[in-house]
């Protein structure tokens, strides 16, 4: 023998082919045979496997509970030989009501809860199938479906269950196979019977009226579904997509105007305990101001507290926050990647996957149909030989006890068949009676009956539509919205509108005045103080800026690095000391400084302009900043500056800039852009030196300006009115030489 006769042959494969095709092989693997679940039925091979290994334990629903851990080993010995871990995890699943919708094994003992605990040791737990899952199996002995040989060829399973039950979108499915994966969400079986019914009369029915039957996914934790009806169509249109969920919950008065909010149910696959110990870690963080407390007070039932931090709160505004900020809302993807009919991976949108269903089923009555038209043949055969049997009772009775071989002699005698003869032969004396004959002849008939009537099936494809849509209407009966299992539990919602959580209801409202030395300190003072210029400050600094503001407001801080930055009033330090570096608050750039420092309104509109002349109007309600690094909203071109920041009066319709060099020009505001970034258009044009300051005036009223003495207005400016981009020219006379209009 040779060395190569010894180990087979050698090919010499470039290390890349070798793996591709290796990989390739695997991946087909774990697509076909793992991951992604049948269209037909609904179920990837370990559950089918699973299923059909209990009905051949004898576990149907009437029937009493087994071990777990003999169905496990049945399964795993027979059908499935991986891990007793991977099947019994896949037995507990299918028993757990809040991870199934529509349950498919029935499980005594502790199956785990919805708090994550892991179920109890398949040596523990007992378990049988439902009604559901034998409805799938429904017809499996009546040759409804093809079988192959399990992997050690000693045994036989089915391809696919014969599923007279929608199971993929009833119970959804999810798995993740090689570069491809499968999210599908429970639906209500009510609903998709009635879709499945028009789907039958209508075959080419619209994506958007399927939806008026199957409304969006029904999840077995209930919770409220606050998708858009668009997006809910567009995702069953393309089967991709998500569906947006949200927890149900309730208020409870304690009196005294106090209140607590109840949750009671929870999106689906989300861990309670897990979702409450996040929220306490938030809350620890102090990430959730309008939250107190949270308690788990659940039994079977979902019932978890929330205690706001203050009776002022509103209710919605708190679970709003809480929705932002955690489980509380979650969304659940669509991707409907199953296996077709012919073991293809295929994404199909909702009218396609529930053909495909309806075609299996065709296919099973059709099947079944002609078993049981076989059974009937084989039976009226018999039925034909015990007739003519007694008819000619004694010769056959002579036949018998005479002739050596018995059964060729009846066949010649009365050109019987194998199979009648070998059952007359196996007759019994008792059935010799006159009665049997009569029940022989009312059996013929009514099997004859039977079989004109499934050949009349067989043939008319109207009558089997007909008939499927009948199972249709038994499905719903059985598991439909009027029984316990079949009530929706997920509600079907609105879509929420944007609400803006009011973080300063938490805030007790109190006047405050605040303060900005030159040197960046800042501090806020209680009480509306109007003298400021006695305070104390650090060495070598001194006052700058001063408001008025409550402490539920917010200031905004306008630098000259073109940044509007925000503070909530609350955060600023006391009035103790000197206060604290305004630049620990905010990321002001090292080289820039505050401009100017006001109290948010809302609703007004700023001009910007930067030492170049350059601005335009911005909406106050945009300069907001959620960042320490605040908003950027003038943009400026290197070694300039931002100047100035002005707000426009109510009732001001024109503009007044001075140029250092002592230039005026006043034009209207309708000239200047609206805008929420950017470098302005110019303002006034200057062939030396830049701006010196704005305002904003009535022309009708005249221009107005700030003395020592006191306010003066000059009202005879027409000559100094003009458009944008001028030049302007020298002030009126008695303008102020500081050159400035404060």
């Given at each position: 023998?040779?060395?190569?006769?010894?180990?087979?042959?050698?090919?010499?494969?470039?290390?890349?082919?070798?793996?591709?095709?290796?990989?390739?092989?695997?991946?087909?693997?774990?697509?076909?045979?793992?991951?992604?679940?049948?269209?037909?039925?609904?179920?990837?091979?370990?559950?089918?496997?699973?299923?059909?290994?209990?009905?051949?334990?004898?576990?149907?629903?009437?029937?009493?509970?087994?071990?777990?851990?003999?169905?496990?080993?049945?399964?795993?010995?027979?059908?499935?030989?991986?891990?007793?871990?991977?099947?019994?995890?896949?037995?507990?699943?299918?028993?757990?009501?809040?991870?199934?919708?529509?349950?498919?094994?029935?499980?005594?003992?502790?199956?785990?809860?919805?708090?994550?605990?892991?179920?109890?040791?398949?040596?523990?737990?007992?378990?049988?199938?439902?009604?559901?899952?034998?409805?799938?199996?429904?017809?499996?002995?009546?040759?409804?479906?093809?079988?192959?040989?399990?992997?050690?060829?000693?045994?036989?399973?089915?391809?696919?269950?014969?599923?007279?039950?929608?199971?993929?979108?009833?119970?959804?499915?999810?798995?993740?196979?090689?570069?491809?994966?499968?999210?599908?969400?429970?639906?209500?079986?009510?609903?998709?019977?009635?879709?499945?019914?028009?789907?039958?009369?209508?075959?080419?029915?619209?994506?958007?009226?399927?939806?008026?039957?199957?409304?969006?996914?029904?999840?077995?934790?209930?919770?409220?579904?606050?998708?858009?009806?668009?997006?809910?169509?567009?995702?069953?249109?393309?089967?991709?997509?998500?569906?947006?969920?949200?927890?149900?919950?309730?208020?409870?008065?304690?009196?005294?105007?106090?209140?607590?909010?109840?949750?009671?149910?929870?999106?689906?696959?989300?861990?309670?305990?897990?979702?409450?110990?996040?929220?306490?870690?938030?809350?620890?963080?102090?990430?959730?101001?309008?939250?107190?407390?949270?308690?788990?007070?659940?039994?079977?039932?979902?019932?978890?507290?929330?205690?706001?931090?203050?009776?002022?709160?509103?209710?919605?505004?708190?679970?709003?926050?809480?929705?932002?900020?955690?489980?509380?809302?979650?969304?659940?993807?669509?991707?409907?990647?199953?296996?077709?009919?012919?073991?293809?991976?295929?994404?199909?949108?909702?009218?396609?996957?529930?053909?495909?269903?309806?075609?299996?089923?065709?296919v099973v009555l059709v099947r079944v149909t002609s078993h049981r038209l076989d059974k009937i043949a084989r039976r009226l055969e018999m039925l034909g030989g015990f007739i003519i049997a007694f008819l000619n009772l004694d010769e056959v009775i002579r036949i018998i006890r005479e002739e050596d071989d018995a059964k060729i002699s009846l066949m010649k005698a009365f050109e019987l068949s194998d199979i009648q003869a070998e059952a007359i032969l196996n007759m019994r004396l008792r059935q010799l009676r006159k009665l049997e004959e009569l029940e022989l002849r009312k059996e013929h008939d009514d099997l004859t009956l039977e079989q004109t009537s499934l050949n009349k099936l067989l043939g008319d494809n109207e009558a089997q539509w007909k008939m499927i849509s009948n199972e249709f209407t038994e499905t719903k009966k059985k598991f439909g919205q009027k029984t316990e299992l079949g009530r929706r539990r997920?509600?079907?919602?609105?879509?929420?509108?944007?609400?803006?959580?009011?973080?300063?209801?938490?805030?007790?409202?109190?006047?405050?005045?605040?303060?900005?030395?030159?040197?960046?300190?800042?501090?806020?003072?209680?009480?509306?103080?109007?003298?400021?210029?006695?305070?104390?400050?650090?060495?070598?600094?001194?006052?700058?800026?001063?408001?008025?503001?409550?402490?539920?407001?917010?200031?905004?801080?306008?630098?000259?690095?073109?940044?509007?930055?925000?503070?909530?009033?609350?955060?600023?330090?006391?009035?103790?000391?000197?206060?604290?570096?305004?630049?620990?608050?905010?990321?002001?750039?090292?080289?820039?400084?505050?401009?100017?420092?006001?109290?948010?309104?809302?609703?007004?509109?700023?001009?910007?302009?930067?030492?170049?002349?350059?601005?335009?109007?911005?909406?106050?309600?945009?300069?907001?900043?959620?960042?320490?690094?605040?908003?950027?909203?003038?943009?400026?071109?290197?070694?300039?500056?931002?100047?100035?920041?002005?707000?426009?009066?109510?009732?001001?319709?024109?503009?007044?800039?001075?140029?250092?060099?002592?230039?005026?020009?006043?034009?209207?505001?309708?000239?200047?852009?609206?805008?929420?970034?950017?470098?302005?258009?110019?303002?006034?044009?200057?062939?030396?030196?830049?701006?010196?300051?704005?305002?904003?005036?009535?022309?009708?009223?005249?221009?107005?300006?700030?003395?020592?003495?006191?306010?003066?207005?000059?009202?005879?400016?027409?000559?100094?009115?003009?458009?944008?981009?001028?030049?302007?020219?020298?002030?009126?006379?008695?303008?102020?030489?500081?050159?400035?209009?404060?």
């Amino acid at each position: 023998m040779t060395d190569n006769a010894a180990v087979g042959e050698i090919r010499d494969t470039r290390l890349a082919d070798a793996l591709s095709e290796r990989y390739l092989s695997y991946a087909l693997s774990t697509i076909t045979s793992r991951s992604l679940p049948d269209v037909r039925d609904g179920l990837k091979p370990v559950h089918r496997r699973l299923l059909y290994a209990m009905r051949q334990l004898k576990l149907e629903p009437s029937a009493g509970f087994k071990k777990c851990a003999r169905v496990v080993g049945d399964v795993i010995g027979k059908y499935h030989p991986h891990g007793d871990g991977a099947v019994y995890d896949t037995l507990v699943r299918l028993a757990q009501d809040f991870a199934q919708r529509y349950t498919l094994v029935d499980g005594q003992g502790n199956f785990g809860n919805i708090d994550g605990d892991n179920a109890a040791a398949m040596r523990y737990t007992e378990a049988r199938l439902t009604e559901v899952a034998w409805a799938l199996l429904d017809g499996i002995d009546q040759d409804a479906v093809d079988f192959r040989d399990t992997y050690d060829g000693e045994d036989s399973e089915p391809v696919v269950l014969p599923s007279n039950f929608p199971n993929l979108l009833a119970n959804g499915a999810a798995g993740i196979a090689v570069g491809m994966a499968t999210s599908i969400p429970p639906h209500n079986v009510g609903e998709l019977c009635d879709a499945f019914k028009y789907l039958i009369k209508t075959p080419n029915v619209s994506i958007e009226k399927l939806v008026e039957f199957v409304q969006g996914p029904d999840f077995p934790t209930g919770g409220t579904l606050v998708e858009s009806k668009e997006s809910i169509i567009e995702s069953y249109r393309t089967g991709r997509g998500s569906f947006r969920m949200r927890a149900k919950w309730e208020t409870e008065d304690l009196g005294r105007g106090m209140y607590q909010i109840v949750v009671t149910e929870i999106p689906y696959q989300v861990q309670k305990s897990r979702l409450i110990e996040k929220i306490a870690e938030l809350l620890i963080a102090k990430k959730l101001p309008l939250l107190s407390d949270i308690r788990d007070e659940s039994t079977e039932l979902v019932r978890v507290v929330l205690e706001p931090r203050s009776k002022n709160i509103e209710a919605e505004h708190l679970m709003e926050h809480l929705f932002r900020q955690t489980e509380f809302e979650s969304r659940f993807s669509l991707n409907m990647n199953v296996l077709s009919a012919d073991h293809t991976p295929k994404v199909m949108n909702l009218r396609d996957a529930m053909q495909a269903f309806l075609d299996h089923r065709q296919v099973v009555l059709v099947r079944v149909t002609s078993h049981r038209l076989d059974k009937i043949a084989r039976r009226l055969e018999m039925l034909g030989g015990f007739i003519i049997a007694f008819l000619n009772l004694d010769e056959v009775i002579r036949i018998i006890r005479e002739e050596d071989d018995a059964k060729i002699s009846l066949m010649k005698a009365f050109e019987l068949s194998d199979i009648q003869a070998e059952a007359i032969l196996n007759m019994r004396l008792r059935q010799l009676r006159k009665l049997e004959e009569l029940e022989l002849r009312k059996e013929h008939d009514d099997l004859t009956l039977e079989q004109t009537s499934l050949n009349k099936l067989l043939g008319d494809n109207e009558a089997q539509w007909k008939m499927i849509s009948n199972e249709f209407t038994e499905t719903k009966k059985k598991f439909g919205q009027k029984t316990e299992l079949g009530r929706r539990r997920t509600i079907i919602g609105s879509v929420p509108t944007a609400i803006i959580v009011p973080i300063e209801s938490l805030i007790e409202k109190e006047p405050i005045t605040i303060i900005l030395s030159e040197k960046d300190w800042v501090r806020a003072v209680k009480g509306h103080v109007d003298n400021t210029a006695d305070m104390k400050f650090k060495d070598g600094d001194k006052h700058r800026f001063s408001i008025h503001a409550e402490t539920t407001d917010k200031v905004l801080i306008f630098a000259t690095n073109g940044r509007f930055f925000t503070l909530g009033c609350d955060k600023l330090p006391g009035g103790r000391g000197h206060g604290e570096p305004l630049r620990l608050m905010i990321d002001l750039a090292n080289g820039h400084d505050v401009l100017d420092i006001f109290v948010f309104k809302g609703g007004r509109r700023a001009i910007v302009a930067s030492e170049a002349g350059r601005g335009f109007i911005v909406e106050e309600d945009s300069l907001i900043a959620q960042t320490r690094n605040g908003k950027q909203v003038l943009n400026l071109k290197d070694q300039q500056e931002a100047s100035h920041m002005l707000m426009i009066q109510e009732g001001h319709d024109h503009l007044a800039v001075l140029g250092t060099k002592r230039k005026l020009l006043i034009f209207p505001l309708d000239e200047l852009p609206t805008m929420g970034r950017g470098q302005g258009v110019i303002l006034q044009r200057y062939s030396q030196g830049g701006l010196a300051d704005i305002n904003t005036l009535k022309l009708e009223e005249g221009l107005t300006w700030q003395t020592a003495s006191g306010t003066r207005t000059e009202t005879n400016i027409g000559e100094w009115v003009g458009k944008r981009a001028q030049a302007g020219q020298a002030p009126f006379k008695g303008f102020p030489k500081a050159n400035s209009f404060k």
